[in-house]
């Protein structure tokens, strides 16, 4: 498995970051690619997933409007685009490889996991 999530960094509110999820053995084949995050001392979180071959998406409530999910297939990535970002919005974010072709939003329907990427937004 070799994904990498890449992008973090620290903005102010209602800034604009750029992740990126480069899947370089293309593990997720036809499935969907997930984001996620955990915010310290909080559970992990659905952020957005995306059916690879489709391009259909799926957003949490929190993000919906903000952020957009997006893929390049020929560069094997997954894009994950925030924009006016909140002090909540404050966390190490995942992509992962999901078990089906279709999105959803539990983090039980995913397989592999890249390491973590940290957003900080200040405020």
């Known amino acids: 498995v070799q994904l990498q999530a890449s992008g973090g960094g620290l903005v102010q509110a209602g800034g604009s970051l750029r992740l990126s999820c480069a899947d370089s053995?293309?593990?997720?084949?036809?499935?969907?690619v997930g984001w996620f995050r955990r915010a310290p001392g909080k559970e992990r979180e659905f952020v957005a997933a995306?059916?690879?071959?489709?391009?259909?998406?799926l957003y949490a409530d929190s993000v919906k409007d903000r952020f957009t999910i997006s893929r390049d297939r020929a560069k094997n990535t997954v894009y994950l685009q925030m924009g006016s970002l909140k002090f909540e919005d404050t966390a190490t974010y995942y992509c992962?490889?999901?078990?089906?072709?279709?999105?959803?939003?539990?983090?039980?329907?995913?397989?592999?996991w890249g390491q973590g990427t940290l957003v900080t937004v200040s405020s």
């Open positions: 992962a490889v999901g078990l089906r072709s279709v999105p959803t939003q539990t983090s039980n329907g995913y397989r592999y």
């Open positions: 995306i059916s690879w071959n489709s391009g259909n998406t």
């Open positions: 053995r293309r593990t997720a084949s036809n499935n969907a």
